[in-house]
């Protein structure tokens, strides 16, 4: 990483800087600098404080004690995102895009420009055109942001950043949701704001992007400031360490082989739908089968599909060696057939209910008695749920929208449970969530295929992939393009067939 | 009923008219603008003018009569601008949804030089109405004041029931109070908005009920109104102590009086029916081919047991 | 991110003593129990048996068309069409017994008949309203607004602009459905009482009511859950055309008749009464007895403004309004937020 542009001239910091809501205290006398020119990484677990030092630094939140300093003057920010009108701008993990208009529409959102009394919209438009080129963007100013991928609605967002001539671009978490080639195109425009002396900080989980793009790194651990180092100091092993204040033990759970001869539970014949194309694949009793390739290469719809969420144009579904075909998600439960979407918040759950019809919804018949709801076997369910799966609320009358990722995809996978699935399909399952957590979400699945279960995982994060799965099937643009094995699970060869390289024979 | 001296002349004119089965020179087109039905009255107003419509434009062959109905005066007003610029009328008929803001949309139809009649509303304008037809809504609250005060023997407690609040309420009201006053022994316990509307006038007078102990008489103002009273007071079982006065003149209630029923000795007219009248007369100016113009008061008097079949008309929806 | 947001938290647990008195639930009970006793301040009157009976009776209407809209709303939709509905089904159902009368004598035989009527274009009406919008694929808010003005012209249409009256021998052996009791109790308040029974059952105990949180909290997660969003939604608007119907079955012995004006503006008072009781009109949580207590609240404003002269009638609906306002806002309970 090139040090040049880098100086010594602080530009935004927190010193002594405490927060507590009520009597939960989450951050303590932390101590904080962000330098001209440089990229920033602020890891640590979820809840280490991280996302609170940085709303604290975009004026989002107050501190209870300490001072933050801009521009070396001690200063109040004002809330609201008032900030904003200074240069700190704050792109949250849920980007805060306004769905229905335009890109224009959007950067300009509150400060649009006028002739007299009508917006001048050329001008805007040619504005947003030309920061769009500088990033190398391929969208339109007019393009509506529902249109638009997750990465591409991020670039909107750097965008309006850059119209605000930002000097502090604070990023929580932006490459959660991208693939490894958008989060490139992400890191090619952070560079270029860098360059031009934007100071940025930056949050992720991925530790190996941060050794990529971070110049320093700064570790939080239970509201604490750990440590802050130069990125070429610090081995992935080390910053790891560092978060979790403990040596990692092993990610990944013990794989148990399969029998060969263990019965084929789920087998697709030549399977056609709108986004995918001549799908074939063996699923095994006790199995955990991988499907990885790029964002959009058609995992998701191939399930989707087969569990009656899409329409399937041709091929055949058995089931257990019977020909099968699900038309609704009611028939696929009714079959054992349990599919756990990779979109928590819009598809998983009910963010405004409590845990326990969230928890029940799916298998909901199974709760009925005379008629009736079964009050008692809910709660006996919710109760078993919270156990097995490690479900970790302050509150039990928490709403699902209130609860940290991890316990969100726990809820979902108590969920799934709750219909005794003999197949299930879980996409993305450790997306956005800390270490910790991700380590019991692997021994979960391990156990569930260690019970019989058979498990299909679609991920897009290859370590846990090649981690957890028995056999892997890589897709490249809606078709299979090889299904690898035993020693052939490794990063190079998913990457070639899932970048097309390689097919299969 | 008061005629002017210029409509008498006229009317001979429609006598004559309807003995023969009269054409034209040329082709008229009249349009008349009335409320939506929304209440037992304007039903009656639009089940006159529809069976008038057929009745003249049979008699008339080149007449033709285009007939708009609207719920408010904005649509109303949007109904004259149609009236004149698509079916280019010789002359208004109008029944105002409210006589203020259809001023100035009616200038405009005498500007493109059609004849106006505007029926039972004034106008902030009058000079723009060549020819009025309407009931005397400060004689139905003086002639129902008139008469509690005689059946109640100058002494007792009287709720009223009123219309919905615009001008019409206001007169009738106004009227009927003047008129009460005079009578010292009456006391008004108090008075409500029933909206000229069967349903309100059950909710508002069980409510009566339930305050006052003793009513000896209920002014209900209009028909619909006295509906729901009726059935309200038959629910409390207190038929025996009060007496009720209805207004417009409404086939049940007609009939009510007419069978000598206790709790409705009488009814005072509204007739719908003047609808009927001012698309008669303003037909005649074709006829006549001279300009028609005046003003003809319909009056509100008093239906009583002795000449309530002179008002019955069984056959009416109204 | 990822973690709790601490503020919520911190909210919840610094309620304290506050957060024992759950106003969401307690909200609309406070407000009517507020309304008791200035309707008693204002006129003894107001709780004289009679009274209270006049305005338990009057409230089942919109509480019965109420219960049912509990069901359209929390499931996310909008039923306009509910007060058009009620006029046109009094108005065929009386079009229907006086028919029979003139074929039979008059007899309990007509009034069944009625009743079916009712039912069937109860049933009929609300699964045209649910058809079109999940179907259709039609926003609910336009599909019943059209339907609305579709029923409102029908009974105008077959009432000739004015009042369809009911033969008088047939209102005679209908008429106590309204003014009768039972056990001492009016007969509308005990079906009143039925159909908010069975509503909170169906609505807090099934399985359907639970399909209709999940729906009207989100679609998505709902149909990912193996519930059939089109078929439980149209089963929500058959069930409030079901209870219009049965509104109807008890309005129309009380004046025997129907006219233009039946019901009218009977849909915003039923929406309000669900509102004030608690139902979030943007879907996702609903409440039957909050409903009943909406319904009760709104049908006291009427009469306590009845029963006393000392607000000017012309201000009746600003009355109204601000006790509404203000008995949601009470309910929602965000004033005890600090800041």
Redesign the interface.
């Known amino acids: 990483m090139s040090e040049g542009q880098t100086t010594t001239e602080v530009i935004l910091a927190a010193e002594g800087v405490s927060k507590s809501f009520g009597s939960v205290a989450v951050l303590f006398s932390v101590g904080f600098e962000l330098r001209k020119g440089e990229v920033h990484a602020l890891i640590g677990e979820n809840g280490a404080g991280k996302s609170t030092l940085m709303k604290i630094l975009s004026g989002l939140h107050q501190p209870t004690s300490g001072t933050v300093k801009f521009d070396g003057e001690k200063i109040d920010l004002p809330p609201f995102g008032q900030a904003e009108d200074l240069g700190i701008v704050l792109i949250h993990q849920e980007l805060n895009l306004a769905e229905q208009l335009t890109v224009e529409e959007n950067v300009f959102l509150g400060r649009e420009m006028v002739n007299g009394l009508l917006l001048n919209r050329k001008e805007m438009e040619q504005k947003v055109q030309l920061y769009l080129d500088e990033l190398g963007a391929d969208i339109s100013p007019r393009d509506r942001i529902c249109d638009l991928s997750i990465a591409e609605k991020q670039m909107v967002e750097i965008v309006k950043a850059m119209s605000r001539d930002a000097r502090v671009l604070i990023m929580d978490e932006p490459t959660a949701v991208l693939t490894d080639t958008e989060t490139q195109l992400l890191f090619n425009q952070i560079e270029k704001l860098k360059n031009k002396g934007v100071a940025i900080i930056f949050s992720s989980h991925k530790l190996s992007e941060i050794k990529q793009i971070a110049d320093r790194v700064t570790v939080m651990r239970d509201g604490q400031w750990i440590a802050t180092k130069h990125t070429e100091e610090l081995t992935l092993d080390a910053m790891a360490q560092l978060m979790v204040g403990r040596e990692l033990s092993k990610l990944y759970p013990p794989k148990n082989e399969v029998d060969v001869d263990a019965e084929v539970v789920l087998e697709v014949k030549n399977l056609y739908t709108d986004y995918v194309k001549n799908i074939s694949f063996q699923l095994r009793k006790g199995q955990i089968l991988g499907f990885s390739g790029l964002v959009g290469s058609g995992r998701t719809a191939v399930f989707e599909a087969i569990c009656g969420l899409a329409e399937i144009e041709s091929g055949e579904v058995w089931l257990h060696g019977k020909k099968t075909r699900l038309h609704s998600v009611a028939q696929a439960r009714d079959a054992g057939v349990a599919y756990l979407t990779k979109d928590r918040k819009e598809k998983g759950l009910l963010l405004n209910q409590k845990m326990q019809p969230n928890l029940t919804l799916l298998a909901l018949p199974n709760f009925v008695k005379n008629f009736l709801m079964d009050d008692k076997a809910e709660q006996r369910a919710t109760a078993r749920g919270i156990r097995r799966f490690d479900i970790r609320a302050r509150d039990p009358n928490i709403t699902a929208g209130d609860m940290s990722g991890g316990n969100q995809q726990k809820l979902l996978l108590a969920k799934i449970m709750e219909i005794n699935p003999e197949i299930v399909i879980i996409d993305e399952p450790t997306r956005g969530i800390d270490v910790g957590t991700k380590q019991q979400i692997y021994s979960f699945i391990a156990a569930l295929a260690a019970d019989g279960m058979s498990v299909v995982v679609i991920s897009s994060e290859m370590p846990e992939i090649i981690g957890i799965c028995h056999e892997v099937v890589v897709m490249y643009s809606g078709r299979i393009q090889g299904i690898l094995q035993g020693a052939e699970i490794n990063e190079s060869e998913i990457v070639r067939y899932a970048s097309g390289l390689r097919e299969a024979s | 009923m008061k005629f002017s001296t210029k409509l008498l002349g006229a009317v001979a004119g429609l006598a004559m008219a309807v003995s023969s089965g009269v054409a034209f020179a040329e082709t008229y087109t009249m349009g008349v603008s009335i409320p ?5 009255w ?3 107003v ?2 006159h003018a529809q069976v008038t419509k057929e009745r003249l434009e049979a008699l008339y062959q080149d007449l033709k009569i285009v007939l708009v109905t609207a719920a408010d005066p904005t649509s109303q007003a949007n109904d004259l601008e149609d009236l004149v610029s698509i079916h280019e009328i010789d002359a208004l008929v109008i029944l105002p949804t409210d006589g203020g803001p259809l001023t100035e949309p009616i200038r405009d139809v005498k500007a493109s030089g059609a004849t106006i009649t505007v029926v039972d509303r004034s106008l902030t304008d009058n000079s723009l109405v060549d020819i009025y037809v309407a009931g005397n809504n400060s004689e139905l609250g003086t002639t129902s004041a008139k008469y509690m005060a005689e059946h109640m023997n100058g002494t007792g407690n009287i709720v009223i029931l ?1 219309g919905l ?1 615009i001008s019409i309420d206001e007169e009738r009201f106004d009227a009927f109070m003047e008129e009460i006053n005079k009578s010292s022994g009456i006391t008004v316990l ?4 029933a909206n000229w ?3 309100d006038g ?3 007078m ?6 006052f102990p003793k009513i000896d008489g209920v002014w209900a103002q209009d028909d ?1 109104i006295a ?2 009273v009726i ?1 309200a007071v038959k ?2 079982g207190r038929e025996d102590e009060l007496f009720i006065v209805g207004g417009a003149g409404m086939k ?1 209630m007609v009939k009510r009086v007419m069978d000598g029923d206790k709790l409705v000795p009488v009814d005072v007219l509204y007739p719908p029916a003047m609808i009927a009248t001012a698309m008669e007369i303003t037909a005649l100016q074709f006829v006549s081919g001279a300009p028609v113009e005046g003003t003809f008061i319909v009056g509100s008097p008093l239906i009583t047991q002795e000449n309530a079949a002179k008002y019955y008309f069984p056959d009416s ?2 | 991110m990822a973690e709790i947001d601490l503020n919520e938290v911190d909210k919840k647990s610094k309620k304290g003593m506050l957060s024992k008195l759950d106003f969401k639930t307690l909200g609309p009970f406070i407000a009517m129990i507020v309304l008791f006793i200035f309707g008693y301040l204002i006129n003894d009157a107001f709780i004289n048996s009679g009274n209270l009976s006049n305005i338990l009776t009057r409230s089942s209407f919109i509480g019965i068309i109420a219960v049912g809209a509990t069901f359209v709303i929390t499931a996310g939709g909008i039923d306009l069409s509910v007060g058009s509905m009620a006029a046109f089904i009094s108005g065929i159902m009386i079009l229907v017994m006086n028919e029979l009368k003139t074929v039979m004598e008059p007899g309990l035989t007509i009034i069944f008949a009625g009743v079916a009527i009712s039912v069937v274009l109860g049933i009929a009406a609300g699964f045209i309203n649910g058809f079109l919008t999940t179907k259709g694929k039609i926003e609910a808010f336009i599909v019943t607004l059209g339907s609305m003005g579709i029923y409102r012209s029908l009974v105008t249409y077959s009432a000739d602009g004015g009042t369809i009256s009911l033969d008088r021998e047939v209102r005679a052996i209908y008429r106590p459905v309204y003014y009768e009791d039972l056990f001492g109790i009016p007969i509308p308040v005990l079906v009143f009482v039925a159909v908010a029974i069975i509503g909170y059952i169906l609505l807090n105990k099934t399985v359907f009511g639970r399909h209709c949180f999940a729906i009207g909290s989100n679609e998505n997660v709902a149909k990912y859950s193996a519930v059939n969003v089109d078929i439980t939604r149209i089963k929500t608007y058959i069930l409030q055309g079901i209870c219009v119907s049965i509104a109807t079955i008890i309005y129309v012995p009380r004046l025997g008749s129907a006219s233009a004006q039946t019901g009218t503006l009977w849909e915003l008072e039923a929406i309000a009464a669900v509102i004030i009781g608690g139902t979030m009109l943007k879907g996702g949580y609903g409440r039957i007895w909050g409903t009943v207590m909406g319904a009760l609240i709104l049908t006291m404003i009427g009469n306590i403004l009845n029963l006393t002269d000392l607000i000017s009638n012309y201000l009746n609906g600003a009355v109204q309004g601000v006790i509404i306002v203000v008995a949601v806002y009470l309910q929602r309970g965000d004033w005890k937020k600090k800041k």
Do not use: C, S
């Open positions: 939506t039905a929304d209440h037992g304007t039903g009656g639009n089940y009123r609040p108090d008075n409500k908005h509307n069967r349903d059950f909710i508002v069980q409510d009566f009920l339930a305050r619909d509906l729901g059935e629910e409390a049940e929806l109204f």
